[in-house]
């Protein structure tokens, strides 16, 4: 079964860093793009970060530049969103994406369970 599962989040303290993981199974996923998306209590879901299948990042919240830095390890089928200077509006579930990439052949897109990452002031 094809599956992406999230794992590395936690309780931290404001000025504190995470490291979230993706793996996934099931499927080769070097030819997908890949994204973080968040979604805090009250909020909609936005976009983070993505890493697209050549393995360039891009961060798409502004709220998080220079800050969060988003990166893959083909051999691990892994993606990591390492997270510094975490602030209180950190707080939310983080999900993992995987979408297939344009020379993937496919169509499917795959999300992860979520992890609970939450910064205290």
């Known amino acids: 079964q094809v599956q992406l599962v999230e794992s590395g989040g936690g309780l931290v303290q404001a000025g504190g860093s995470l490291r979230l993981s993706c793996t996934a199974s099931g499927r080769d996923f070097s030819s997908y793009d890949m994204g973080w998306f968040r979604q805090a209590p009250g909020k909609e879901r936005e976009s983070v970060a993505t890493v697209n299948w050549r393995g360039v990042g891009t961060i798409h919240a502004d709220s998080v530049k220079g800050r969060f830095t988003v990166s893959r390890d083909y051999a691990r089928n892994t993606m990591y969103l390492q997270m510094n200077n975490l602030k209180p509006e950190d707080t939310a579930v983080y999900y993992c994406?995987?979408?297939?990439?344009?020379?993937?052949?496919?169509?499917?897109?795959?999300w992860g369970q979520g992890t609970q990452v939450t910064v205290s002031s």
């Open positions: 994406k995987a979408k297939p990439g344009l020379m993937s052949g496919r169509t499917v897109d795959y």
